[in-house]
């Protein structure tokens, strides 16, 4: 009886925040100006309500001109000197639930993060639209390193890439009263695809080339998600060709030693096949059958605004060079009343966990706010 309350609790809690602040459609709000800093605080930030801005950065020259579309243009502009991190996977899906290796059973899963490389741009270029042209290239790239890669020197810092777009989203800067924390470079394919998860940033996603397609789901979901411990595991290659030729050779997965476990979000929402669909639903009934996520796609000269800690999955639909490309900016959030709410949300076991954690360690939450974003775990 008292699960049945809890369940009933909880489920009006999701009907009630789209009722009152969100709205019922699965569409986000879309502007077709940048809206003002006191608007954008006021119906959005404080809000915590995500927004699309149509045309919000069609003004960069990276946008306006295309100038990033072209492999000639972004070549001689970095230099054939320029060495970038790739992120290695077999099916294009980076930090994202996979079975665990030499399992005998693939509803065993494991969380698995990328093999990365280092390889030089031009050709790390050629590897990302080449291995998202093959659906049976055995190597998937996606150029996703985050943690400032923008500016910072190892990676696309001090490149004349600057100054094709904006150092920041002005009215966002404004209206957060700071500047953004990090700036991060993402140059994917079609088959790169994120998995369901949330960062602690606000967070302006501009698109150059390509499309994005995301899922959003508001941190008072975060029950319908089923959050558990995994296993840490890692695509390993046994050689570096992996990293410029496309279909080298076959990425492999291990477990991390020593091992430790991940707290991550169990919903697929593109089962693959049938019998996996089958699974998911009698096995996440909370999401498969609760209020559809929102939905949006943000074309190239689009920002999204994703409020801090939204859950949100994507996919991309690349331009015409085989590639989706786009910056965005993390701005710092405040972990004000809304944080307070979100930890003790999460507080609460329901649906009741599949397994207790191990001895010892910490029950699924967020931990050390700097800790989190920081663990390389974060990508869009």
Known sequence: ???????????????????????????????????????????????????????????????????????????????????????????????????????DDDSNLCFASACVRRAPFAAALRLIAASGRDPTSPVVAYAQEQNDCFRAAAEYGGSALAADVEEEVPWATAALGCSPEAVNLWVGSGRSETSFHKDHYENLYAVVTGEKHFLLLPPTDVHRLYVRRYLAARYVSSSAAAATTAGVEELKLELEEPRREVPWCSVDPYPRTPKEAARAREEMPLYFQGPPPFQCTVRAGDILYLPSMWFHHVRQTP??????????????????????????????????????????????????????RRNGSLCV
């Open 319 to 372: 331009d015409s060079s085989g590639r989706t490309i786009a910056v965005n900016f993390w701005y710092d959030m405040r972990f004000d009343i809304k944080y307070a709410y979100f930890n003790l949300l999460q507080t609460i076991e329901y649906p009741p966990p599949s397994r207790d954690p191990p001895s010892g360690e910490e029950e699924p939450g967020d931990g050390p706010p700097v800790e989190r």
């Open 1 to 103: 009886m008292e699960g049945e309350k809890l369940g009933a609790a909880v489920a009006g809690l999701w009907a009630e925040v789209r009722e009152l602040s969100l709205g019922t459609s699965p569409r986000i709000d879309v502007l077709d100006t940048p809206p003002s800093p006191l608007v954008f605080l006021r119906d959005y930030v404080s809000a915590n309500k995500p927004c699309l801005v149509r045309g919000g950065a069609a003004h960069w020259p990276a946008v306006s001109r295309s100038l990033w579309s072209h492999d000639s243009y972004l070549a001689a502009i970095l230099g054939k000197d320029r060495h970038v991190s790739l992120h290695l996977t077999p099916d294009g899906r980076a930090d994202a639930l996979a079975p665990l290796p030499d399992g």
